[in-house]
């Protein structure tokens, strides 16, 4: 399976603080997509990202959020000020293949106290 | 807007039986393509078979297989020869054929364990 990664595995942070999540896409990709999970929930789609420009995002994706291709082959999202309701699994996930199938990463939890 | 419903939220199954996962979609688009991933304790999201709307042919992969109904929209998944680590979470997805444009929506999965 193509590998995607994700970095830090779990995060922890104060309300009100700022987090950066980080996502290695499959090389030479220009799509990728992040989603959220809260505890026990379904997975929702936050926002997809291509060349470097949004191409569509969620209505969870306000001002707090936003994502960035700092050096060409990282992707990061950025949440300004954290709440507690933001506590939750973020996955990024690069589309593949003839079929555009999305593979993800293994996930960044953040836990919000 | 597209829904994905799955209505069951537990199942369980005999290791060596067989089990199938419910599932039901909603849209009016002609083309599109279903998924079911698997999340296993360690959370990451597992690709276990995907279907595409103008195949007839139900996708298979090893010990997995799909019902795929257009008419009905139904995508139910079947895993014959149950294992241990086959509990897990497993989430029905649904997708346009936007290409890489094009985001999943989800069900609420369903939690499957497995009898030794």
């Known amino acids: 399976e193509p590998e995607v990664t994700q970095t830090p595995s779990h995060q922890v942070t104060q309300m009100g603080q700022e987090v950066i999540l980080r996502c290695v896409p499959i090389?030479?990709?220009?799509?990728f997509y992040w989603y959220r999970q809260i505890l026990g929930q379904k997975v929702e789609f936050l926002v997809s990202?291509?060349?470097?420009?949004?191409?569509?995002k969620s209505e969870i994706f306000d001002d707090q959020f936003s994502v960035e291709r700092p050096d060409g082959s990282n992707f990061t999202l950025k949440i300004r000020s954290t709440k507690l309701e933001d506590s939750a699994m973020y996955f990024c996930?690069?589309?593949?293949?003839?079929?555009?199938?999305?593979?993800f990463g293994p996930g960044t939890r953040l836990t919000v106290l | 807007a597209q829904t994905v419903t799955q209505s069951q939220p537990e199942m369980s199954v005999q290791e060596a039986e067989t089990v199938t996962l419910s599932c039901t979609y909603d849209?009016?688009?002609?083309?599109?393509?279903l998924f079911w991933y698997k999340q296993p304790p360690s959370r990451q999201m597992i690709l276990v078979i995907r279907?595409?709307?103008?195949?007839?042919q139900n996708a298979t992969e090893n010990r997995f297989s799909v019902n795929f109904q257009k008419a009905a929209k139904s995508f139910s998944l079947k895993i014959s020869d149950s294992q241990l680590g086959d509990a897990a979470m497993y989430f029905c997805?649904?997708?346009?054929?936007?290409?890489?444009?094009?985001?999943?929506?989800f069900g609420k999965g369903i939690t499957l364990s497995v009898r030794p």
């Open positions: 996930a690069s589309p593949v293949g003839p079929s555009d199938t999305q593979y």
């Open positions: 090389s030479n990709h220009l799509y």
């Open positions: 990202f291509y060349n470097n420009e949004i191409s569509e």
């Open positions: 849209t009016s688009e002609s083309d599109y393509y």
């Open positions: 279907q595409e709307a103008y195949k007839q």
């Open positions: 997805a649904y997708r346009t054929p936007g290409g890489a444009n094009s985001k999943l929506t």
